[in-house]
């Protein structure tokens, strides 16, 4: 392809992206930390400091500014807004709205999550996101933040409602006298729905029609709250796979897109915008979906290497949507070798740059993720960042990548390699 120096309208949004709870460290009050330190839990270590971003935001906010990127995604995190339920804290709102200031006056645009997969301690034990309640919960930590949010123009209500929409059982060891059974009654459950295959490729077992609803509910409770409190543009972010199908089982190929993706983009077509992320294809045959093809390069996380995979995301979510303006809000790799990062990122923009020559409406590109951070259940082993950091100091080294990146924004997708 030729150079896209024209294609990239101006202001278009080049940054990176984190989230509280893998970032911020000591969330204290949030259900991810209670099942980090749960007996039987999945995680191979706990998420302890984070990158001590809750205390080096500012750090992090100038380094974005120099590496020459013009946006930043960061959450705020419901567990410290209101650690005991009722209970909103004001010095915690104070704090976010600091960032936020911050951002403004560096010229950095704030993209703004408000849930990306951690809840309150004190939410997941009343039952959480299975709780009929769930919406009002969710809808009365909204509006607290909503009073925090002047001046801001991207919210994301929650982040991968199509993977939440899984991922939330996790929480349920935390209702429970014995969580070590639940775990290991949560891996048995997974072993099946692993031997029936239709797992993306997060390995996770296809979200219910029921876990969907609850999703939607919450999401569209957060919409209509922040339309009426701020000016901010509402959307969510959703995985998308890049799913295809082998000859023949285009069905199959129907069915693991709806449920575990048009509802989700369908429900976006009343939004503002909508986050795109992409990190993998996968195909869909006989026994559903399927992993990374044997023989095929794969990321420390085992998704196969496809820079193609997020020119898929956007043309599928644009057709699903019909037109609802995209942000891709995560796209990256986990790797320890910075120039694969370099290569995947410089092959993702390349088909962007094609989707914005076909009309597309694309805002930004918001890579994932800053700086190397916890990875759920794989904890700090896994590297998707932009810029390394000592686990001791938490000094920050921007990797190559990080600096090529900011070349590219710089140049507004000038400097993407034909
Ligand atoms: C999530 C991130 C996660 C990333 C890589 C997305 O599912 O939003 O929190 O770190 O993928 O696994």
């Known amino acids: 392809m030729t150079a896209t120096s024209n294609v990239f309208p101006d202001g278009f949004l080049w940054g990176a992206s984190s989230a509280p709870h893998q970032n911020e460290g000591h969330n204290v009050n949030s259900d991810m930390w209670a099942l980090e330190h749960l007996e039987g839990s999945p995680f191979s270590e706990p998420s302890g400091a984070g990158v001590d971003a809750y205390n080096r935001w500012k750090e992090d906010i100038d380094l974005v500014k120099s590496l020459g990127l013009t946006a930043f995604r960061f959450g705020i995190e419901w567990a410290r807004v209101e650690p005991s339920r009722g209970a909103f804290d004001a010095d915690e709102l104070a704090h976010y709205r600091q960032i936020i200031d911050y951002c403004l006056a560096q010229g950095v645009e704030p993209v703004i999550t408000l849930h990306h ?3 309150p301690l004190w939410f997941a034990k009343e039952g959480g996101w299975g709780s009929p309640e769930a919406a009002d919960r969710f809808g009365d930590y909204v509006t607290a933040v909503s009073q925090i949010l002047h001046g801001v123009t991207w919210v994301a209500t929650i982040n991968e409602p199509n993977i939440f929409a899984v991922m939330y059982q996790m929480s349920l060891p ?3 006298p014995d969580p070590a059974a639940v775990f290991a009654h949560l891996a048995e459950a997974h072993a099946v729905a692993d031997s029936e295959a239709g797992l993306n490729a997060f390995s996770m077992p296809a979200p219910t029609e029921e876990a969907a609803q609850i999703m939607l509910t919450a999401h569209e409770r957060a919409r209509t709250i922040l339309h009426e409190k701020t000016s901010a543009r509402v959307g969510w972010t959703i995985a998308i796979q890049g799913l295809v199908a082998r000859e023949g089982h ?4 129907d069915h693991y897109r709806r449920i575990w993706e048009d509802i989700y983009l369908e429900a976006s077509r009343d ?3 909508v986050g795109i992320q992409s990190y993998t294809s996968q195909l869909v045959g006989p026994n559903g979906l399927e992993g990374a093809p044997a023989g095929e390069e794969v990321t420390q996380v085992g998704w196969a290497y496809r820079p193609d995979a997020l020119e898929m995301a956007l043309r599928r979510a644009w057709e699903v949507t019909g037109g609802t303006p995209m942000i891709v809000t995560e796209n990256g790799i986990a790797t320890d070798d910075d120039s694969r990062r370099i290569d995947y990122t410089s092959g993702a ?3 962007l740059a094609r989707t914005l020559e076909d009309g597309l409406d694309v805002r930004g590109y918001l890579h ?8 759920w259940v794989h904890g700090y082993a896994i590297t998707f960042g932009l810029v390394a950091v000592d686990r001791t100091t938490f000094d920050r080294t921007p990797k190559p990548s990080a600096y090529w990146l900011g070349e590219v924004a710089r140049s507004n997708g000038a400097a993407i390699p034909a």
């Open 117 to 119: 997969f951690s809840s």
């Open 174 to 176: 935390l209702q429970y």
């Open 250 to 253: 285009e069905d199959q190929l």
């Open 271 to 273: 939004d503002d915008w």
């Open 349 to 351: 923009l390349a088909g």
């Open 368 to 375: 994932w993720t800053f700086i190397d951070n916890f990875e």
